[in-house]
């Protein structure tokens, strides 16, 4: 059976010891940003010497609670019904097990691209990046024209119909900018999400990336968006639009606006 | 699709750009293509066309104020529109658009006034209804041929931009392929055009039911239903020949739906009717005006509504209700009451008759 599917059982017993580790090390690499932390030998990212924020996501730690999706939700006041990120479950076929279908997950969130496709559509310059690499919504300037919503390859973004702004995943830039982690990668029970300063070679998010290297890969590469949210385990099926059948659920009832 | 995934889980992402996006492509579209229509009679004095110019220019007129006010809603924070004038930005078509929709109005409203100058003056003549305000609106009821021509160059050049940006602003979105294709622009430019003939075959009909002016009418759509299909074919087979990977995709990604192939089947049924009835019976210009009109907002429903129905990332299709409030059907049906209201206003200060009649003593009588 492919490594990425996993039964809850095995994901769970090998989560709890990196998440903390990762935790730690994140908080203890704050401070440290040196002029040594210029190199970034993983991924290939402009060494301004900046801290410059990543996530790598290990699909197969992933064990698809939504911990992540709640997390989010209840951190950054969500409304109802939309999301900044999810885990996508899918149900897929197996060939070459005696089961007869194993369970893929794929968490996803705003990608924070390094050429973000959102930014240059923005009619009001709304949308931008911060120096430490954060795609962020001005919101006291968004007039909510949705063209972002459009050109965003991940439907990531979407309409916030209590601001009636742009809205997406900001990799809680109000928690980082504390000194915190994501509330994603702070819940993630699986130690899935690891979130760091890809410019800081002695951090967590560059270790693993560097060690992950070979299977490392982000979604859409052909789009060349440059993603600043890595996958281990990521499925070639699942990098693009997924071929399959969709079982969507939709909240009814809702107010829109 | 691949029956070996099942998706299990997953948000559905709701549409972004509401029906008022379909309503201001939709009239937009039909103002620059009335607008054009307007040129061969009043700009070039073609023999035959000045009645069918001075109707296309009133549906120019009609829709063009009608379009910015769907924008406008379709904002979610309308009251922040001035934001576009503040924080220009280069690379958006959009915020180009901001600036080029004034252009263009700008120049449809001054050539309009200085082409209907003479009319509001014979209305305020003949003592009809809010003759003061045609009295006033006249200011002196000069025809003006260098002025009119200045006008009409500068919402030449806005009708120009205005087509431009908006096939352009929806062709550039990479992250939905169905939008994403150099043909798009192209298409929403035709079926514009043919819509803005099928409204100047209603005004036609409505008013003084001219038969020569129907016939050049149903000459013009045919032609323009003859592009559509081509350009439809042009599309479809670069799709399928995968000549063009991003027709390709397009195709790959609406393809295998039921609902795309309805659509397809319905676009080129009704092109194809309307071509027939056009050539063949040309007479029949209140329907072929109405399929006309059909066609180009149906084309618009499909490619807005429609595509944002295409997951990005996840399987299968987002499904689409229409919602019944402003952000659904009201905003559609808003929308229309907006142009019967500027229709009603206008053909008050400038009747459809006398309009179609053009400035020949039957106008007068």
């Known amino acids: 059976m492919n490594k990425a599917f996993q039964s809850p059982d095995s994901a769970a017993c090998a989560a709890s010891a990196p998440a903390s580790a990762s935790r730690r090390n994140f908080l203890r690499g704050v401070p440290v940003v040196t002029a040594a932390a210029v190199m970034a030998p993983m991924p290939a990212i402009a060494a301004t010497g900046k801290q410059q924020w990543a996530m790598l996501i290990d699909v197969r730690k992933c064990i698809g609670c939504q911990a992540c999706t709640v997390s989010c939700i209840q951190e950054n006041a969500v409304p109802e019904g939309s999301f900044r990120t999810v885990v996508s479950t899918y149900s897929v076929k197996l060939t070459d097990s005696a089961q007869p279908a194993g369970t893929y997950v794929l968490p996803r969130l705003c990608n924070h691209c390094d050429n973000p496709p959102c930014i240059p559509v923005c009619p009001v310059s709304a949308t931008y990046k911060r120096e430490d690499g954060i795609v962020a919504v001005d919101g006291d300037r968004c007039v909510g024209c949705a063209y972002c919503v459009q050109a965003c390859p991940y439907d990531a973004r979407f309409i916030n119909h209590e601001t009636n702004k742009a809205d997406k995943c900001t990799f809680c830039a109000h928690r980082v900018d504390a000194g915190l982690l994501p509330a994603c990668v702070e819940t993630c029970v699986g130690g899935a999400r690891i979130f760091g300063d890809i410019n800081d070679p002695e951090g967590e998010l560059a270790r693993r990336l560097k060690e992950a290297q070979p299977q490392l890969k982000v979604l859409k590469p052909e789009l060349e968006t440059a993603p600043r949210v890595f996958y281990i385990g990521l499925d070639e099926r699942f990098t693009g639009k997924v071929e399959g059948q969709g079982t969507l659920w939709k909240p009814r009832n809702l107010p829109h606006a | ?365």
């Open chain 2, 1 to 365: 699709m691949n029956p070996n995934i099942v998706e299990t889980i997953n948000v559905a992402r709701e549409v972004a750009w509401l029906p008022w996006a379909v309503q201001y492509f939709f009239l937009i579209g039909l103002s620059y293509g009335a607008y054009l229509l307007s040129l061969p009679g009043i700009v070039f004095r073609r023999p035959g066309w000045a009645g069918i110019s001075r109707l296309a220019l009133l549906g120019a007129l009609v829709c063009g104020l009608a379009a910015p006010v769907a924008l406008l809603a379709d904002l979610h924070q309308p009251g922040r529109f001035w934001h576009f004038y503040a924080y220009f930005t280069p690379t958006s078509w959009m915020s180009w658009g901001a600036f080029f929709i004034p252009v263009y109005l700008g120049g449809l409203l001054t050539y309009a006034w200085l082409a209907f100058r003479p009319d509001l003056a014979r209305h305020a003549q003949s003592g009809g209804k809010l003759a003061g305000l045609a009295g006033l609106l006249a200011y002196g009821g000069h025809e003006s041929r260098g002025a009119l021509k200045a006008a009409a160059l500068l919402a030449f050049v806005g009708a120009a931009l205005v087509a431009l940006y908006t096939g352009a602003e929806v062709a550039v979105v990479q992250a939905r392929p169905l939008w994403n294709t150099p043909l798009l622009p192209l298409q929403f430019f035709i079926t514009a055009f043919a819509g803005a003939v099928g409204l100047a075959l209603l005004f036609n009909r409505f008013s003084v039911r001219d038969a020569a002016a129907n016939r050049r009418m149903a000459g013009v759509l045919a032609a323009t239903q003859v592009v559509a299909l081509a350009v439809g074919a042009l599309w479809l087979a670069l799709g399928v020949s995968g000549i063009s990977p991003v027709h390709a995709q397009a195709l790959a990604e609406v393809g295998p739906s039921a609902n795309w192939q309805l659509s397809a089947a319905w676009a080129v049924a009704a092109t194809v009717l309307t071509l027939v009835l056009a050539w063949k019976w040309p007479g029949s210009g209140l329907l072929i005006g109405l399929l006309a009109l059909h066609s180009a907002w149906m084309m618009r429903w499909s490619i807005f509504i429609g595509g944002q129905e295409v997951p990005k990332t996840g399987a299968g299709y987002y499904t689409y209700s229409l919602p019944l409030g402003p952000e659904g059907l009201m905003g559609i049906v808003g929308t229309a009451g907006l142009w019967v209201f500027l229709f009603i206003l206008i053909t008050t200060l400038l009747p459809l008759d006398r309009l179609a009649a053009g400035n020949t003593d039957k106008a007068a009588a």
